[in-house]
């Protein structure tokens, strides 16, 4: 993400440790197309990451909230305390390829909203069978 929007990891950081937020203020939001949540880690490696919760309205997206862990309860829980008026606005959930974050949107949203894969997870899912079967044909077509 800081690549993508030329910020420093650092300046990234001290970003999201100021979007934590910990209550949902629906008085404001007027619109809400799409929710999203996808895990980011803090430094190298899945053990130190946070999770981002954004809002999607035409072509912006906010950031809702930052919650610590990759973990479908603080998810589940945010979603949950999304005013009524502003969850029935919701028309999809885009997450990441991980079980825990469809199951959080599943659970408050129910059957009305589409769940979604975002793109970006559903591509490397992708190139990694073909990446694994080019190995393999390398490594076969090497041996006769």
Request: net charge positive.
């Amino acid at each position: 993400m800081s690549r993508k929007e030329a910020v420093g990891s650092e300046s990234l950081m001290g970003i999201l440790d100021r979007s934590r937020r910990t209550e949902v203020h629906g008085e404001s939001i007027r619109r809400c197309d799409v929710m999203g949540s996808d895990a980011m880690a803090c430094k190298q490696g899945q053990k130190d990451c946070v999770t981002i919760v954004t809002r999607r309205v035409g072509n912006t997206t906010r950031i809702r909230a930052v919650r610590k862990a990759r973990k479908q309860e603080p998810v589940q829980t945010f979603f949950s305390r999304i005013p009524t008026r502003v969850r029935k606005m919701v028309s999809a959930v885009c997450a990441e390829m991980y079980d825990g974050f469809i199951h959080a949107a599943q659970e408050v949203f129910g059957d009305k909203v589409q769940s979604m894969i975002a793109r970006f997870h559903v591509a490397q899912w992708y190139r990694q069978g073909v990446d694994t079967l080019r190995k393999a044909e390398r490594k076969r077509l090497k041996h006769t």
